[in-house]
């Protein structure tokens, strides 16, 4: 059995176009709210809550955040990751359909992780993992190792795809193979998988 695992942002979901409207909710110019919507980033993905990370933008950018305000910048943000890609999404498709087994591997909240899994897409996956729920981000060992654990395979027997080369470093550091997600044309070259039924290339 060899898994193909795949990451989320910018490679099944295209990157957000929500940070124009939510820099208006903060009352802030785009180029001063970007840089605080990441700052703040790494700690959400690790498990913090939603409104701990909404209140730490607010902090500074001089705005309030409640309950209540926090729910709505949490939805406008997961509405902001929402655009999947046709052909990635085709490509998942015709794995699962063959019979190859597939896993998700997402530096993402619990809150877009609870999104994640009510899409119809994610049915292609056998496991969806979060780093928000795990409370480690990739591309630390740990978060690797608890991969393998729940797909209960040596990470020879994986290929991870991540836009991110820092994230491909630390997955062939723990073992598995893995390669920088170049869009699904190159995805397919890489697994030589040019139809629904094809060779992966550590079979």
Not at 44 to 70: K, N, P
Request: proline share 4%; with cysteine; aromatic share 10%.
């Amino acid at each position: 059995m060899n898994w193909v695992v795949f990451d989320f942002g910018e490679v099944i979901v295209q990157r957000t176009e929500a940070l124009p409207e939510l820099a208006t909710r903060f009352g802030a110019s785009l180029g001063d709210f970007e840089p605080v919507y990441w700052k703040y980033r790494d700690e959400f993905d690790a498990g913090g809550s939603d409104l701990e990370y909404w209140r730490a933008i607010g902090a500074e950018l001089g705005s309030e955040v409640d309950d209540t305000r926090s729910a709505e910048l949490t939805a406008l943000d997961i509405e902001g990751w929402s655009r999947t890609d046709p052909e990635t999404l085709a490509l998942l498709a015709e794995l699962d359909e063959a019979g190859v087994p597939l896993a998700l591997l997402s530096n993402a909240s619990s809150s877009m992780g609870r999104w994640v899994e009510a899409q119809g897409w994610a049915r292609h996956f056998r496991h969806l993992i979060f780093s928000g729920d795990l409370g480690v981000l990739k591309p630390d060992a740990a978060i690797f190792a608890a991969l393998l654990d729940r797909l209960g395979a040596p990470g020879e027997e994986c290929l991870f795809f991540d836009d991110r080369q820092t994230n491909v470093d630390g997955a062939i550091a723990a073992g598995l193979h893995a390669e920088r997600w170049i869009g699904s044309a190159g995805a397919r070259s890489q697994l030589g998988w040019k139809s629904a039924a094809g060779p992966l290339p550590f079979s």
